[in-house]
């Protein structure tokens, strides 16, 4: 098939690099030309314009920042809709929030153009190993056509429902994830305080109710988990700011609604804080910093 891919960071990069592996022809976009030189070197052709991968395509991705890019590269006079054949499906694994991405479907929808959402969660070693989870949200006839393309970079392909519940599925997640750092981050701050060695004190949460994935999996306390982000000065995991950025997508989308986040308000001003302090490129994890004094030595 010959798919158009735009968007080629930390994410869509290796993305794509899993489409050319499984066979599919590529025609790649971004506006970054040296992401464009690496995906060529490794077989793709290199377009333009996101209208002129668009034009030859039978299916489109993109993966891209925030809303406002989205919106510029399907809604632009250089963008997608601009380019596209009506019929070609269209998918959209940005995390973005969910109003954004029912527009664009109606824009879509009126040239012929079916568009479903599908952020993904997995970060950039799932990427890599195309393990990521897509939560798409999509009509079921689109959801089938999709189904196998999206398999050569993930391996749970959900169907949520319609149009945009991928990106609640996404947001609601993250909402989860970014409360709970905070939790594990002030109990293991405590408890080292107290006394207890952060490793017995870990040991015993994940075998018991305070057991979960921040906990578990990336616990924020340096030398508990080795593979942990803490575990190497909080490089190279999801950073504060992105989380930050998808905890303020939960809070729009719930100001929406009038649905009230106690807990996801306050996280995301604490997320701010760490953003504030010049930590927001490293891992959401390095939170558990704003829990020690500064004469303490840090996490
Ligand atoms: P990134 O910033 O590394 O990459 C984005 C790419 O989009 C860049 O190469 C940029 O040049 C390109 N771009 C921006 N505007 C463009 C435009 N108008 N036309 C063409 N290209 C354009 O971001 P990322 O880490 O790859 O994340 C992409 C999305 O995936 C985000 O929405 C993010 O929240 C989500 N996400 C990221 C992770 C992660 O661990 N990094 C995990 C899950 C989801």
Wanted: aromatic letters at 4%; one cysteine or more.
């Amino acid at each position: 098939m010959h798919i158009a891919f735009i968007g080629l960071g930390n994410m869509g990069a290796p993305m794509a690099r899993n489409l050319l592996k499984a066979g599919h022809a590529l025609t790649v976009f971004d506006l970054n030309p040296t992401a464009l030189s690496a995906l060529q070197a490794d077989g793709a052709a290199v377009a333009p314009s996101a209208r002129k991968a668009a034009a030859e395509a039978d299916f489109v991705i993109t993966m891209l920042p925030a809303a406002t890019h989205v919106r510029a590269t399907y809604l632009g006079p250089e963008g997608v809709l601009a380019g596209v054949r009506p019929g070609v499906p269209l998918v959209d694994s940005s995390t973005i929030d969910p109003a954004t991405i029912r527009a664009l479907a109606a824009e879509a929808k009126r040239q012929g153009n079916p568009i479903a959402d599908a952020p993904v969660s997995g970060g950039t070693g799932g990427a890599q190993a195309g393990t990521l989870t897509f939560m798409v949200g999509a009509e079921p006839t689109l959801f089938e056509q999709l189904k196998p393309v999206l398999s050569c970079m993930g391996r749970n392909i959900v169907h949520c429902g319609d149009t945009g519940t991928g990106q609640v599925a996404k947001i609601c997640n993250n909402l989860i994830l970014g409360i709970s750092m905070i939790g594990v981050s002030e109990a293991m701050a405590l408890g080292v305080k107290l006394g207890i060695d952060a490793g017995v004190l870990a040991g015993i949460v994940n075998t018991s109710t305070g057991r979960c994935w921040a906990a578990d999996t990336c616990n924020p306390y340096p030398g508990v988990i080795e593979t942990a982000p803490a575990s190497r000065g909080y490089s190279g995991g999801f950073g504060a700011d992105l989380m930050l950025k998808d905890l303020g997508l939960a809070t729009d989308a719930a100001r929406s609604v009038r649905q009230p986040l106690f807990l996801g308000a306050l996280a995301q001003q604490i997320y701010q804080a760490v953003s504030q302090a010049g930590d927001g490129h490293l891992d959401f994890s390095g939170v558990i910093r704003q829990y020690q004094a500064k004469e303490e030595p840090k996490a």
